[in-house]
């Protein structure tokens, strides 16, 4: 059988050029290990449905470099897992419930752009109903397990791309973050996550969740890959006005995401380091997740990397919670996106009415009675000048301490038990620190920072960027990861 652990597109795309295999091959492989690890053997139960033309494309494609000498674009025959999130023409779409299951006719515009560049979607992942959580939970598919412990979340709502590309099911994912929906499951499952500064991919054909901070993004087992992925999903799409931002950002004209990606820049940056949001050391999960984070930090600073104490920020945690605007807005921008599938026939009040959702969804369990419009909420105006508010803030910390980026722990936990997400232990909150890059529209990106000494699972780490400057993020992910090398494949049985 041929071999796909921990594969690249760099390396897939030699092989395909040296003729050592075939993409038809290479998704046969990937199918065959979804069947025997995803619903049989460990039963991380990440895919929802596979595609039944992946094969019948990488034919195409095959053929494409036979005749041609050259591959048809900078993701040829690169198997893609998709968040059930993404209308995909002609194969089964959810988003999480089980009310809305339907065919599109339509790809998403980012599923377009992934296809034109050569990409297979070779299946759709689990998520919860409308990515209304940090778990895994869906009416559709239950809970998703990690692949570095079943007994352990994936964490979500990006839960099923998180444990499928960590556990080798694709060479790719597709995610989506609102409040942490893609770093999350990248902490959890030892990935690579970018979420970037909203409206600098389209969102249209994705489910919202809250239209104002919703992005979707790359996942992947490598930076590189990950840049490779967000140079083609990038650009202006009129059908979302919100990527009108997009001109806004970019690498410097004519180069890509990819194309800069050295340890350079790591080598000669100002890391500011958010002390106040690492979790309390009396606490063992905490501690075990901050130990991990520190000594990276220091490993760092072996290689020239300048950390930088920041100092407290008062009320921060109070500033997070009342900038949220879930409860304003949520309810509207499900049911307008609703409105515009009538072959769904479902609005928001339907599916609670029905408790036609997973009821570990504590989000959801608010936002459907909630009210129907964010004008009906008397403190959204304050609730967006305090979002605002934020931003500039944390800007402002960036300029004053002549910053490259501010760290955190991504989580404060390590994985959590399905039992502990299942229960009412995060009913009221989630210990994640990646409201953060959400609240500010600040690009963050979620890198594997090591194992916790006691239980053996994966730690990541938070580095926040400036608006539109995905760039130099990456190029600081490149050396964090040169460095750390703390990517590895989970062992599990089948």
């Given at each position: 059988m041929l071999q796909i652990a921990e594969l690249t597109i760099d390396k897939v795309h030699k092989s395909y050029?040296?003729?050592?295999?075939?993409?038809?091959?290479?998704?046969?492989?990937?199918?065959?290990?979804?069947?025997l690890f995803d619903q049989a053997g460990s039963k991380l139960n990440a895919i929802v449905i596979v595609s039944q033309t992946a094969l019948e494309e990488a034919d195409a494609l095959d053929n494409y470099l036979k005749e041609h000498g050259e591959l048809i674009g900078p993701l040829h025959g690169v198997p893609i897992i998709a968040k059930d999130q993404c209308d995909t023409a002609g194969l089964q779409t959810t988003y999480g419930n089980k009310l809305c299951k339907h065919i599109p006719t339509k790809d998403a515009?980012?599923?377009?752009k992934l296809k034109d560049a050569g990409g297979i979607i070779l299946a759709k992942s689990t998520m919860p109903d409308f990515a209304a959580s940090y778990n895994s939970a869906s009416s559709v598919s239950g809970e998703t397990r990690n692949p570095y412990d079943l007994t352990r979340e994936s964490g979500?709502?990006?839960?099923?791309?998180?444990?499928?590309?960590?556990?080798?099911?694709?060479?790719?994912?597709?995610?989506?973050?609102?409040?942490?929906?893609?770093?999350?499951?990248?902490?959890?499952?030892?990935?690579?996550?970018?979420?970037?500064?909203?409206?600098?991919?389209?969102?249209?054909?994705?489910?919202p969740l809250l239209k104002p901070h919703d992005t979707p993004g790359p996942m992947a087992r490598t930076?590189?890959?990950?840049?490779?992925?967000?140079?083609?999903?990038?650009?202006?799409?009129?059908?979302?006005?919100?990527?009108?931002?997009?001109?806004?950002?970019?690498?410097?004209?004519?180069?890509?995401?990819?194309s800069?990606?050295?340890?350079?820049?790591?080598?000669?940056?100002?890391?500011?380091?958010?002390?106040?949001?690492?979790?309390?050391?009396?606490n063992p999960e905490c501690s075990s997740v901050n130990k991990v984070v520190r000594a990276a930090l220091a490993k760092l600073q072996t290689s020239g990397t300048i950390l930088v104490d920041i100092p407290d920020i008062p009320n921060l945690e109070e500033k997070l919670?009342?900038?949220?605007?879930?409860?304003?807005?949520?309810?509207?921008?499900?049911?307008?996106?609703?409105?515009?599938?009538?072959?769904?026939?479902?609005?928001?009040?339907?599916?609670?009415?029905?408790?036609?959702?997973?009821?570990?969804?504590?989000l959801f369990e608010k936002i459907g009675p909630g009210i129907k419009t964010p004008y009906e909420d008397p403190q959204y105006a304050q609730r967006l000048e305090a979002r605002d508010n934020l931003e500039r803030q944390f800007i402002g910390i960036m300029a004053e301490y002549k910053l490259d980026a501010i760290v955190y722990p991504t989580v404060r936990i390590p994985p959590p038990t399905i039992e502990d997400v299942l229960g009412p232990r995060f009913y009221a909150s989630f210990p994640t620190n990646t409201s953060i890059g959400s609240r500010t529209n600040m690009p963050a990106l979620s890198m594997p920072a090591g194992f916790t000494d006691d239980t053996n699972l994966p730690v990541g780490?938070?580095?926040?960027?400036?608006?539109?400057?995905?760039?130099?993020?990456?190029?600081?992910?490149?050396?964090?990861?040169?460095?750390?090398?703390?990517?590895?494949?989970?062992?599990?049985?089948?």
């Amino acid at each position: 059988m041929l071999q796909i652990a921990e594969l690249t597109i760099d390396k897939v795309h030699k092989s395909y050029r040296n003729g050592e295999y075939t993409s038809r091959q290479l998704c046969e492989a990937y199918l065959e290990r979804i069947k025997l690890f995803d619903q049989a053997g460990s039963k991380l139960n990440a895919i929802v449905i596979v595609s039944q033309t992946a094969l019948e494309e990488a034919d195409a494609l095959d053929n494409y470099l036979k005749e041609h000498g050259e591959l048809i674009g900078p993701l040829h025959g690169v198997p893609i897992i998709a968040k059930d999130q993404c209308d995909t023409a002609g194969l089964q779409t959810t988003y999480g419930n089980k009310l809305c299951k339907h065919i599109p006719t339509k790809d998403a515009t980012l599923v377009k752009k992934l296809k034109d560049a050569g990409g297979i979607i070779l299946a759709k992942s689990t998520m919860p109903d409308f990515a209304a959580s940090y778990n895994s939970a869906s009416s559709v598919s239950g809970e998703t397990r990690n692949p570095y412990d079943l007994t352990r979340e994936s964490g979500g709502s990006s839960a099923g791309t998180g444990a499928a590309i960590a556990a080798n099911f694709g060479l790719i994912g597709i995610g989506e973050d609102t409040g942490g929906s893609i770093r999350v499951p990248a902490s959890f499952c030892n990935l690579v996550g970018l979420r970037p500064t909203v409206g600098l991919i389209s969102r249209d054909g994705l489910s919202p969740l809250l239209k104002p901070h919703d992005t979707p993004g790359p996942m992947a087992r490598t930076v590189r890959d990950a840049a490779l992925m967000l140079d083609c999903m990038v650009g202006y799409d009129p059908a979302d006005p919100y990527t009108a931002t997009a001109l806004l950002a970019g690498p410097p004209r004519g180069c890509s995401y990819e194309s800069n990606l050295t340890t350079e820049r790591i080598s000669k940056a100002r890391i500011g380091v958010l002390n106040c949001m690492f979790g309390d050391d009396q606490n063992p999960e905490c501690s075990s997740v901050n130990k991990v984070v520190r000594a990276a930090l220091a490993k760092l600073q072996t290689s020239g990397t300048i950390l930088v104490d920041i100092p407290d920020i008062p009320n921060l945690e109070e500033k997070l919670n009342f900038s949220a605007t879930f409860l304003s807005r949520s309810r509207y921008d499900i049911d307008s996106f609703l409105t515009k599938h009538p072959h769904i026939k479902q609005s928001v009040e339907t599916i609670f009415q029905t408790r036609s959702f997973h009821p570990a969804l504590s989000l959801f369990e608010k936002i459907g009675p909630g009210i129907k419009t964010p004008y009906e909420d008397p403190q959204y105006a304050q609730r967006l000048e305090a979002r605002d508010n934020l931003e500039r803030q944390f800007i402002g910390i960036m300029a004053e301490y002549k910053l490259d980026a501010i760290v955190y722990p991504t989580v404060r936990i390590p994985p959590p038990t399905i039992e502990d997400v299942l229960g009412p232990r995060f009913y009221a909150s989630f210990p994640t620190n990646t409201s953060i890059g959400s609240r500010t529209n600040m690009p963050a990106l979620s890198m594997p920072a090591g194992f916790t000494d006691d239980t053996n699972l994966p730690v990541g780490m938070e580095m926040l960027g400036l608006p539109y400057q995905e760039q130099p993020l990456l190029e600081l992910g490149f050396g964090v990861e040169s460095l750390l090398n703390a990517r590895k494949p989970p062992v599990f049985e089948g």
